[in-house]
């Protein structure tokens, strides 16, 4: 905000100083001051004015050379707009300029609205009813505007004249007039909140947007330098722009750029905007950027391999190494299998995400563990996992040896990617956040990505026999060894019914290890020898009847858990951007920070970083506000922060300073000696 003010600052100056050296009467003057030598100008009639009826005129303007550059009327960060003044004969009035589609120039940071080789600007005149036209005196235009190379601006000015009883017609004035942007037959509607201009835009969904920007003629409205968001809701695109120093005003005009020199001029007033929807690529081209991103899918699930949150579906995954060894052909399938697995199971929870979002629900990855149902099914399915690898009985698909290898493997890849969702790793955030900003097909390229970055070390084993030799042989051991990774499976069953106790209370929390206990004992009967098809049936009656009324009265049992406090040593106040724009604006530090009570790495941050003495205290010492956001169920204003962070999921860290200078996202592995150096860092 503080560059913001010094670099319109720098620019009222100038105008200041222009209306100096300006003569008191230009319209007076033989000619113009300055001159247009570097930005030419003519003045164009569309044929005859006739009364009663509007008469266009046009400023036909053309640089000496290509490094000059002209500005639209908010010239954005740097620049001026022009003034125009007028003399027309009595009764005839001048409206406003109509102007092309303006380009972006980042010059040093500072964004300018520009426009770059020959261009027109049109200016409609309202001709009275009873004018005479052939007794009217000549109109005069005294024009001030800038130009502008990236290195040096110079004012420009011109005095400029048409003769009524000759205006002469322009055959280039059709294509001058397709250049302005059209005006949208609808209003759009606009709100601030949260530090951000939202401004939803009928706009037909057909539309192609190869890369939109929303050009605001309000001046000081928004930064014009921060990146835009985008996202389409049936036939209404809602743009979200950073606000800047300007006040709010009752009616916004704008121009909507869709890429290519192409777009729609529109006004908008106060009310209601739409939130979710699909989001927009603002720069569908670019393929680097892509690329970067799905190398850092690839990388961030390469490293949910080694990342906490994944340590309980480890004894799947010895499972399926010891598996890997043995016929060359039987590694190569199970290790396909077990990748089909994971990469189906990605995309189809990525496919549901944006499917979700375009739905217009503000979820984020790792969305279906805020629900407790999907929690109590994850409790039944880890609880019987664990009776499994203890040997109470086989289930299909997840067996040591023998059976339908392929099928195991499989089972295994969809269920390591399910409850490896929870994670965010230091690549793979940056990754999921631009995977909520992308078309479908690319969305779904980087949730692929991903999938086979988690899958990519079994992968490995399969088609390489030398990562296979230094595997131990399979042997009675295996028996054994399941056994033993019965136990981190069953520590994965009370960490989801510690989750549960967190989302909906203690009764809820019983309720849920009653049906996984039912659901496991049912499994042990008839899987474990129960014998007689009459058993197996009345062991299913006992079990349904079990299950259905368990289900009911946890339904009326479930009591939210409210965030308290004193969980943390900081006494965190619960995140929204009201508290922190307040605390921002008491000049004071802000820790935030975004976390759930099924993700490890939250928590495993939390323990060996965030709640430690030293850092409190360092804290305290600089009157640091500490806010927390609590993601454990779902929350549509953490989510819309989160996305607008570019962040898709858990855990986020913020640290604002408290000079009002911009946010530092903090790395996803924290320190307590990080955390307790950031009120004395210099470098922000």
Same mark, same amino acid.
């Given at each position: 905000?503080?560059?913001h ?9 100038l ?10 009467? &230009?319209?007076?003057?033989?000619e113009?001051?300055?001159g247009?030598?570097?930005m ?14 509007? #008469? ?25 707009g022009?003034t125009?003044?007028? /003399?027309? =004969? ?6 406003? &300029?109509?102007y ?14 520009v ?6 600007? $049109? @200016?409609?005149?309202?001709v009275?009813?009873?004018? !005479? ?6 109109i005069?235009l ?6 502008? +190379? !990236? ?8 005095l ?6 000759? &205006?002469?017609s322009?055959a ?8 302005i942007? =059209?005006?949208?037959?609808s209003e759009?509607?606009f709100?601030?909140?949260g530090?951000r ?10 539309v ?10 309000n ?11 985008f ?32 777009g729609?001029?529109?006004?908008a007033?106060?009310?209601?905007v739409p939130t979710?929807?699909?989001p927009?690529? /603002? ?7 892509? #690329?970067?991103? *799905? $190398?850092?899918a690839?990388?961030?699930g ?7 949150c994944v ?8 499972l ?7 016929e060359?052909?039987?590694a190569?399938? !199970? ?6 697995g994971? @990469?189906?199971?990605? *995309? ?6 944006l ?10 990855w ?27 009985f086989?289930?299909?698909?997840l ?8 099928t ?27 995977? $909520?900003?992308?078309p /479908? ?6 949730f692929?990505a991903?999938?086979l970055?988690?899958?990519l ?6 088609f390489v ?7 131990p ?6 028996a ?7 136990? &981190?499976m ?5 960490a989801l ?10 009764a ?13 004992l049912?499994l ?12 197996? #049936? ?7 009847? *079990?299950l259905?009324g368990t289900?009911m ?9 409210a965030?308290q406090?004193?969980?943390?040593i900081h006494?965190?106040?619960?995140f929204?951007?009201?508290?922190l ?5 008491a000049?004071?530090?802000?820790f ?7 993700? *490890?790495?939250?928590?495993v941050n ?8 030293? @850092? ?15 993601? +454990?169920r779902r929350?549509e ?18 640290w604002y ?6 946010p530092r996202q903090?790395l996803?592995?924290?320190? =307590?000696?990080l ?6 860092d210099?470098t922000?």
């Amino acid at each position: 905000m503080a560059q913001h003010k010094a670099r319109t600052g720098w620019f009222a100056a100038l105008l200041a100083l222009l209306a100096i050296l300006l003569p008191a009467d &230009p319209l007076g003057a033989q000619e113009a001051r300055f001159g247009s030598a570097n930005m030419a100008v003519e003045l164009v009639a569309d044929e005859a004015p006739r009364p009663g009826e509007e #008469w266009m005129l046009a400023m036909r303007f053309s640089p000496r050379s290509e490094e000059w550059h002209g500005y639209w009327a908010n010239p954005g960060d740097a620049g001026l707009g022009m003034t125009l003044d007028w /003399t027309l =004969p009595q009764g005839w009035e001048a409206g406003e &300029p109509l102007y092309p589609v303006p380009q972006r120039l980042t010059v040093a940071g500072l964004m300018n609205h520009v426009y770059k080789g020959d261009y027109t600007v $049109l @200016v409609p005149l309202r001709v009275p009813a009873g004018a !005479d036209i052939a007794a009217a005196a000549p109109i005069s235009l005294y024009a001030q505007y800038l130009a502008c +190379t !990236d290195k040096v601006c110079v004012p420009q000015d011109a005095l400029l004249r048409i003769d009524l009883a000759r &205006p002469a017609s322009d055959a280039r004035f059709g294509s001058w007039r397709a250049d302005i942007a =059209p005006l949208l037959d609808s209003e759009g509607s606009f709100a601030l909140s949260g530090g951000r201009l939202r401004v939803a835009i009928p706009l037909p969904r057909d539309v192609a947007l190869a890369d939109p920007h929303l050009f605001v003629g309000n001046l000081d409205l928004v930064d014009y330098a921060a990146p835009q968001s985008f996202t389409r809701q049936g036939d209404t695109l809602v743009a979200e722009v950073p606000l800047g120093l300007g006040e709010a005003p009752e009616e916004l005009q704008a121009i909507l750029s869709f890429g290519g020199g192409e777009g729609i001029r529109f006004t908008a007033r106060a009310g209601e905007v739409p939130t979710g929807g699909t989001p927009v690529a /603002t720069a569908g081209g670019d393929l680097p950027a892509f #690329w970067l991103a *799905l $190398l850092g899918a690839l990388a961030g699930g390469l490293l949910l391999n080694i990342m906490p949150c994944v340590f309980p579906i480890l004894s799947l995954k010895a499972l399926a190494l010891a598996k890997a060894g043995g016929e060359e052909g039987a590694a190569r399938r !199970d290790a396909l299998a077990y990748t089909a697995g994971v @990469v189906l199971a990605c *995309l189809a929870l990525g496919g549901l995400l944006l499917a979700l979002r375009a739905a217009g629900e503000q979820v984020g990855w790792a969305f279906q563990l805020q629900e407790p149902w999907v929690v109590v099914a994850l409790l039944v399915l880890a609880t019987a996992i664990t009776a499994n690898l203890a040997g109470a009985f086989e289930l299909p698909g997840l067996v040591v040896r023998g059976g339908r290898g392929q099928t195991s493997s499989f089972a295994t890849g969809l269920l390591a990617a399910f409850v490896a969702t929870p994670c965010t790793g230091p690549f793979m955030a940056a990754a999921m956040g631009a995977a $909520l900003l992308l078309p /479908t097909e690319q969305a779904l390229a980087l949730f692929g990505a991903l999938g086979l970055g988690l899958a990519l070390p079994f992968l490995l084993l399969g088609f390489v026999p030398a990562l296979r030799r230094i595997l131990p042989r399979p042997g009675a051991w295996m028996a054994t060894f399941r056994k033993l990774m019965a136990v &981190p499976m069953g520590l994965t069953a009370l960490a989801l019914l510690w989750l549960l106790w967190r989302m909906g209370g203690g009764a809820f929390a019983i309720g849920a290890l009653t049906i996984a206990a039912v659901v496991t004992l049912l499994l042990a009967a008839m899987l474990g020898g129960l014998r007689g098809a009459s058993s197996r #049936w009345a062991a299913a009656g006992i079990a349904t009847f *079990l299950l259905i009324g368990t289900g009911m009265g946890m339904q009326y049992g479930f009591v939210p858990r409210a965030e308290q406090a004193g969980d943390s040593i900081h006494d965190p106040a619960p995140f929204t951007e009201q508290a922190l724009a307040e605390a921002r604006a008491a000049g004071r530090p802000v820790f935030v920070w975004f976390t759930a009570d099924w993700c *490890l790495t939250c928590k495993v941050n939390e323990s060996a970083a965030i709640e430690r003495e030293a @850092v409190r205290t360092a804290f305290a010492r600089a009157g640091v506000v500490t806010l927390r956001g609590d993601w +454990t169920r779902r929350d549509e204003a953490i989510t819309a922060f989160l996305t607008r962070q570019g962040a898709a999921g858990v855990p986020l860290y913020l640290w604002y300073p408290a000079d009002g200078a911009e946010p530092r996202q903090l790395l996803q592995v924290l320190t =307590p000696d990080l955390l307790a150096g950031l009120p004395g860092d210099g470098t922000r």
